[in-house]
């Protein structure tokens, strides 16, 4: 039988899960970068990451929709790993996106997708991989917005509306009664525009749990709009990878705290 003591033992958080919150506490929100190995060699990943901690980011997130190789995907982890303190985080698309070599893994479920395979198929077939290598195991509700980004064709999504944040909130909601911890509002990689800080206050308004808001993000004014709405971490991609600009990655990182810094709450009713 299981003791109380282990299962309380089951209970605390992992080390990187902990670091995210303290970082948040800290400095009132947290910026990731998510970098993609079908986009880099593994040295030129690691000397992106490198800049982008030199920058302030606080985590490096590896993956991407058409990531394809494992082996890819452990030399890209490696390498980075060789060069930055902060956590790598996999942020995998399947069940290939899995390396030993990272630190967590976002253990996500993507709920507005009409096929059972992104809900829970995938998870199912990966998570005896993550048991083996003993990978910390976030978990996180993951919801796609808007049709036209690779996510949201490959993960099979009912998208949701930019601007009917009621629906987003639900699914939110929902996501933190099912336990997951953190929730993520994904634009899309390389997404027109941000989600619109109305749809995050409106999830703000409604769930405890952290939020996670990506796609889209290529200015400080984004990042600032978007912090200040509630997200308690913003995720950039695109913008690092095509422009390499340490000086703007800086602007958008600082402007995510002012934004925080700036909220004003309280939350509105329930809808
Ligand atoms: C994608 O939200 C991330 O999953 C980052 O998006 O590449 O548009 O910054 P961008």
């Not at 005896?128 to 980004?149: H, R």
Request: glycine share 8%; with cysteine.
């Amino acid at each position: 039988m299981i003791s109380l003591l282990k299962r309380l033992e089951m209970l605390k958080l992992g080390r990187v899960e902990r670091y995210i919150l303290n970082e948040i506490e800290k400095n009132g929100c947290m910026h990731m970068t998510l970098l993609d190995p079908e986009n880099f060699s593994p040295q030129e990943m690691a000397k992106c990451a490198k800049m982008c901690e030199e920058q302030g980011t606080g985590a490096i997130m590896v993956g991407g929709s058409i990531l394809q190789s494992q082996t890819t995907l452990d030399e890209c982890v490696m390498m980075i790993k060789e060069n930055v303190s902060i956590p790598v985080i996999l942020f995998p698309n399947n069940i290939n996106a899995i390396s030993r070599h990272a630190d967590a893994i976002w253990f996500m479920s993507l709920l507005n997708s009409t096929d059972w395979y992104y809900i829970v198929g995938a998870q199912m077939q990966g998570s005896f991989l993550i048991k083996k290598y003993g990978l910390e195991a976030i978990p996180m509700g993951y919801l796609v917005f808007g049709s036209d980004t690779a996510v949201s064709a490959i993960g099979r999504v009912l998208p949701l509306p930019f601007n009917k944040g009621e629906v987003a909130a639900g699914y939110a909601l929902a996501a933190q009664y099912l336990g997951m911890r953190f929730v993520y509002l994904e634009a899309g990689s390389g997404a027109q525009n941000p989600i619109p800080p109305d749809t995050i206050r409106a999830v703000r308004d409604v769930v405890e749990i952290t939020i996670v808001v990506g796609g889209g993000i290529t200015s400080p004014e984004d990042s600032r709009a978007v912090t200040k709405a509630g997200a308690d971490i913003i995720v950039t991609g695109t913008i690092v990878e095509r422009s390499k600009n340490a000086e703007l990655l800086s602007r958008i990182i600082q402007a995510a705290r002012e934004g925080a810094a700036s909220r004003q709450w309280p939350k509105k009713t329930l809808p």
